[in-house]
């Protein structure tokens, strides 16, 4: 009963270093989000997937890029990492029975990326 | 454009005692309303949402939430807080009509023993 599982849990970037941050659901899901939680702010959806094969800009998306790899799996790419983007990073998915929006959203554990 | 507040950074209870969370919403049309947890190091888990029907919503944990149309408002209660309540709850809220949900700042809750 995985749910929806992030790699890696922990990382640290040197300004300038890429990187990609891993998400994978087993739930069936068509809809998937990448968020960044900062303290004091909630959290701010980066992009989003509404199904296979699109991607869509969400509230912050400068400075990350993402892939719809298949319906499991959906990734956040740092292309250049920058101290402002040290934050804890989650992944959601949802179900789209009955309408995409009144299904909760379900989170995996979150990637906590420190940039020096 | 759609927002939601949580007024509160920090509510703190004693253990027994009744719990309130307070949530306010902005969303034209009827909203999709939720109300998520989360403990430390961990993702937000769904605790209830307000889709349509009764005002009062009632969700895992002897959560509750009433919804108050006229004052937009969509506060989460328990009526008898224990201190594995502690936790950041999180209000959240979606337009119908769009695809994004719009998440509060979060609520600390400390129930003290």
């Known amino acids: 009963n995985a749910g929806v599982t992030q790699t890696p849990k922990f990382q640290v970037l040197k300004t300038g270093q890429s990187m990609t941050l891993q998400c994978a659901q087993d739930?069936?899901?068509?809809?998937m989000y990448w968020y960044r939680q900062d303290p004091g702010m909630g959290l701010r959806l980066i992009y989003y997937s509404a199904s296979e094969g699109t991607t869509d800009k969400g509230e912050v998306p400068n400075g990350y890029n993402v892939s719809r790899l298949n319906k499991r799996e959906f990734s956040l790419r740092l292309e250049s990492a920058a101290p402002s983007q040290t934050s804890v990073y989650f992944c959601?998915?949802?179900?789209?029975?009955?309408?995409?929006?009144?299904?909760?959203?379900?989170f995996g554990d979150g990637t906590r990326l420190s940039i020096l | 454009a759609q927002s939601v507040a949580q007024p509160e950074d920090q509510v703190n209870v004693a253990e027994g005692n009744p719990l309130t969370v307070k949530c306010t919403y902005s969303?034209?049309?009827?909203?999709?309303l939720f109300w998520y947890v989360q403990y430390p190091n961990r993702g937000l888990q769904f605790l209830l949402k307000y889709i349509t029907g009764d005002n009062l919503v009632k969700g895992s944990y002897g959560f509750e939430a009433e919804f108050n149309k006229s004052q937009t408002s969509f506060h989460l209660k328990k009526p008898s807080a224990l201190v594995s309540d502690s936790a950041l709850y999180f209000c959240a809220v979606r337009d119908p009509r769009g695809f994004k949900t719009i998440f509060g700042a979060g609520t600390r809750l400390f129930v003290k023993a």
């Open positions: 739930m069936n899901h068509n809809s």
């Open positions: 959601a998915s949802s179900d789209p029975r009955g309408g995409a929006g009144n299904q909760p959203q379900h």
């Open positions: 969303v034209s049309g009827n909203p999709y």
